[in-house]
């Protein structure tokens, strides 16, 4: 299986600053159509999580443009451009090019 | 407006059985590959079972091999989990999640417990 590995774990951040978490897999998430599928999630407090990115940097629907993911082959990023008070949560990476599927351990958002 | 509810949950002992059920509507479920994906208290996710379309091609993570068993009904736009042989570590709060993630149900509870 596909492990996938995020750093840091916890990531205490101030009002308005950037944040960044990442995310590196075992092997390459290039799938054999050519896409990468790796995507991002937040997990609210007492929420199911919702998906903000996915294939690496293509933002959901309704997610803020604050949001962004970056990356190639096994190394991923996800940025926030100025952390808000609503950001505040629990992050992971899904790869979806493997089977079976597999998350990264996720990172909890803090604000200081 | 897309909905994924499950239902089935509820307290088990270990050794016990239970089969989840996951109710969908608002999109084509045929179309869809479907996932079981798991949250142990105050635990990340864990996608235990995959099926594709046609339910012809099912994949489990390591831990629920030959224990669950993923299943899926087209006509009723409804996907199942069959849990055999329960542990207490798969208590957990178990989502029915459509494809590569846009779409979540509320999760339901199971806990394994004597």
């Known amino acids: 299986d596909v492990v996938m590995t995020q750093s840091p774990l916890s990531l205490p951040v101030t009002l308005g600053q950037p944040a960044s978490i990442s995310c590196r897999s075992s092997?390459?998430?290039?799938?054999?159509?050519?896409?990468?599928?790796l995507n991002w999630f937040q997990q609210r407090p007492g929420q199911s999580p919702r998906r903000l990115i996915y294939?690496?940097?293509n933002r959901d629907s309704g997610v803020p443009d604050r949001f962004s993911g970056s990356g190639s082959g096994t190394d991923f990023t996800l940025e926030i451009s100025r952390v808000e008070a609503e950001d505040v949560g629990v992050y992971y990476c899904?790869?979806?090019?493997?089977?079976?599927?597999?998350f990264g351990q996720g990172t909890k958002v803090e604000i200081k | 407006e897309v909905q994924l509810v499950e239902s089935g949950g509820g307290l088990v002992q270990p050794g016990g059985s239970l089969r989840l059920s996951c109710e969908t509507s608002g999109f084509t479920f045929s179309s869809f590959s479907m996932n079981w994906v798991r949250q142990a208290p105050g635990k990340g996710l864990e996608c235990v079972a995959t099926?594709?379309?046609?339910?012809?091609?099912?994949y489990y993570v390591d831990s629920v091999r030959g224990r669950f068993t993923i299943s899926r009904d087209n006509a009723e736009n409804s996907l199942y989990l069959q849990m055999n042989s329960l542990r207490a570590e798969d208590t957990a709060v178990y989502y029915c999640v459509r494809s590569h993630g846009f779409f979540w149900g509320q999760g339901t509870l199971v806990t394994v417990s004597s």
């Open positions: 899904m790869q979806v090019t493997h089977w079976p599927r597999t």
């Open positions: 294939k690496v940097s």
């Open positions: 099926i594709k379309q046609d339910g012809t091609e099912k």
């Open positions: 092997q390459s998430l290039v799938h054999s159509d050519g896409n990468t599928y």
